[in-house]
T-cell receptor, first 114, second 112 residues
């Protein structure tokens, strides 16, 4: 049973436009969410996070939106740059649990075309 | 220098062989994790350790064992490798009471 879903395996956008990556979750106990970016032959790197007490968190070109009622979050990248081309993983955690275990989605491959 | 290092980066081994993957970190974090990634799948947790004396199974621990030799070192062993353990393996660390995990570069393991 997949608790974190990234239903789009891939996304292609033009440089300078907005990239929107989506993530849905089913476990209502999840209350903290993270986005990771992964380049080939490298490990995932932390990008941005959001707590369930917020509905938006912004860091430079990256903004994450959380809709708790819909159990949906999205990552917006504006403007998109070719260097943003990577696989993006959404992850969630139940902070009330005892193990700080991250549950990951399958990832979305973003390609930003020059 | 990388904060989280993994050795080897690539390994090809035969079915039935014992193999150890090593992870070292200089971040000073207490918590360490081992994940595997398969094509088209997200990262799945194999084992995690919150300190040197604490080892816990993750969601896919069968066929694996771990050793936390020191705060900075966490090794993953496959006692008798099988082909479906062919995957990309990542080590990660985190500070106590924070959620962000920091990953090593990964080990690509192929079992023939």
């Amino acid at each position: 049973d997949q608790q974190v879903k990234q239903n789009s395996p891939s996304l292609s956008v033009q440089e300078g436009r907005i990239s929107i990556l989506n993530c849905d979750y089913t476990n209502s106990m999840f209350d903290y969410f993270l986005w990771y970016k992964k380049y080939p032959a490298e490990g995932p790197t932390f990008l941005i996070s959001i707590s369930s007490i917020k509905d938006k968190n912004e860091d430079g070109r990256f903004t994450v939106f959380l809709n708790k009622s819909a159990k949906h979050l999205s990552l917006h990248i504006v403007p998109s740059q070719p260097g943003d081309s990577a696989v993006y993983f959404c992850a969630a955690i139940d902070s009330g649990g005892s193990n700080y275990k991250l549950t990951f989605g399958k990832g979305t491959l973003l390609t930003v075309n020059p | 220098d990388a904060d989280v290092t993994q050795t080897p980066r690539n390994r090809i081994t035969k079915t039935g062989k014992r193999i150890m993957l090593e992870c070292s970190q200089t971040k000073g974090h207490d918590r360490m994790y081992w994940y595997r990634q398969d094509p088209g799948l997200g990262l799945r947790l194999i084992y995690y350790s919150f300190d040197v004396k604490d080892i816990n199974k993750g969601e896919i621990s069968d066929g694996y064992s771990v050793s936390r030799q020191a705060q900075a070192k966490f090794s993953l062993s496959l006692e008798s490798a099988i082909p479906n353990q062919t995957a990309l393996y990542f080590c990660a660390t985190s500070a106590t009471d924070t959620y962000e995990q920091y990953f090593g570069p990964g080990t690509r393991l192929t079992v023939t």
